[in-house]
């Protein structure tokens, strides 16, 4: 059974630095390409992150791009989010997400799993 569970996220100051972590099982993790992908209310979902399987190829939004890094541990099968300098325009529900592909995309509908999402809200 494949899982995705995310942890870390929790309210805080703007300006403030705070790391996700998503941890996979289920699946070979190496294999594929995660994820970050976030949704504010009332909001679509919005691609943050993503990096290939081995971890050479990372690519980010320009909302984040400088403030946000995506890393992996794939012996732990873990997938890390380190935000800083956090804004209020960053609050949302944060999803980690694993596309059966080592190729990265950051196309919503191109990944083939999904954690159930963590909140990270960030106060002026």
């Known amino acids: 059974q494949v899982q995705l569970v995310e942890s870390g996220g929790r309210s805080v100051q703007a300006g403030a630095s705070l790391r996700l972590s998503c941890v996979a099982s289920g699946f070979t993790f190496s294999e594929e390409a995660m994820g970050w992908f976030r949704q504010a209310p009332g909001k679509k979902h919005e691609f943050v992150a993503v990096?290939?399987?081995?971890?050479?190829?990372?690519f980010y939004s320009d909302s984040v791009k400088g403030r946000f890094t995506i890393s992996r541990d794939n012996d732990k099968n873990t997938v890390y989010l380190q935000m800083k300098s956090l804004k209020p325009d960053d609050t949302a529900v944060y999803y980690c997400a694993a596309r059966a592909s080592s190729f990265i995309s950051a196309m919503a509908s191109e990944y083939d799993y999904w954690g159930q999402g963590t909140q990270v809200t960030v106060s002026s």
């Open positions: 990096i290939s399987w081995g971890g050479s190829s990372r």
